[in-house]
């Protein structure tokens, strides 16, 4: 066992545990449902195989607003990072789960195991941060996500930030994760990739360590049965395009731009 898997609190453990079933089970090519519930009763119900392909319909303005070196935050199994890494582009991927990370760098994308508010290779100097398939809600506090980030960046940073559709309102706090039959027959069976070297930026200061997707919720420490489900608690935030710029400000960055692509909407925040 690492020290990494020590220090991950049990609570977000057991959404890492549904969430790396789905990944493996996608990249074996099957289905793999996954459903988060929202704070306000509200479920957002999603494909792991979306995460897995080399492209998703959207992408594409995203990728091209990348020109400089990029973190991709909750990188997953490396979709993005991969992309970047093909355009030419310097970029590193961190995400809190270790299966991610491993079929991250069996792509060829470079990746660690890393929590966002860890200490990271190229602090304050990144060109570009990306916040994309709802990675906003890291931690179910997006004004400290943000922050963070702007923590991360160059003073002429920017952070891409996919957000979900105006007015269709935003929350925060404790979410719950549901995994689909499909993702719960994947079990432990699967094995992931093995891991490969990833050759970031620089090498990471400090232990690695893993907290979860979130933070720690009181009284899950384990994903529990319910029904033909497994259900997992996680910190976890939605933000709504029309609701970005106050969170932002308190952030102290600005929204410069936003556009949508396929369905999907995203801006871009630089520093104040």
Do not use: K
């Not at 959404?15 to 449902?33: I, N, Q, T, V």
């Not at 704070?39 to 999603?46: L, S």
């Not at 494909?47 to 319909?57: E, F, I, L, M, S």
């Not at 027959?185 to 699967?190: D, L």
């Amino acid at each position: 066992m690492t020290a990494a898997a020590v220090a991950c609190p049990p609570a977000d453990r057991a959404a890492l545990d549904l969430y790396d079933r789905a990944l493996l089970r996608a990249m074996s090519g099957a289905r793999s449902p996954l459903i988060l519930r929202g704070a306000d009763g509200r479920e957002t119900r999603v494909d792991a195989g979306q995460w897995c392909r080399d492209h998703r319909p959207g992408d594409t303005g995203l990728l091209a607003r990348c020109t400089g070196a990029t973190l991709d935050v909750g990188c997953g199994p490396g979709r993005l990072t991969g992309a970047l890494l093909r355009l030419g582009r310097v970029a590193l991927g961190i995400d809190v789960s270790a299966t991610a990370v491993r079929l991250a760098r069996a792509r060829g994308a470079a990746a660690l195991r890393r929590d966002v508010f860890a200490p990271l290779p190229g602090h304050g100097r990144w060109q570009h941060l990306l916040l994309a398939d709802g990675n906003l809600g890291i931690g179910g506090d997006p004004t400290a996500l943000l922050r963070r980030c702007r923590e991360l960046i160059s003073g002429r940073g920017w952070v891409h930030a996919e957000v979900e559709p105006p007015g269709t309102g935003s929350w925060s706090g404790t979410a719950t994760l549901h995994a689909g039959t499909d993702t719960l027959s994947a079990g432990r069976a699967t094995t992931a990739p093995g891991p490969t070297t990833a050759p970031g930026p620089t090498t990471a200061p400090g232990p690695t360590t893993a907290p979860g997707a979130g933070r720690a919720v009181p009284g899950g420490d384990r994903a529990v049965a319910g029904g033909d489900r497994a259900v997992a608690p996680l910190r976890w935030a939605r933000v709504a395009a029309d609701d970005l710029d106050p969170l932002a400000r308190s952030a102290g960055l600005l929204v410069r731009d936003t556009w949508t692509e396929e369905g999907r909407w995203f801006a871009t925040l630089a520093a104040a």
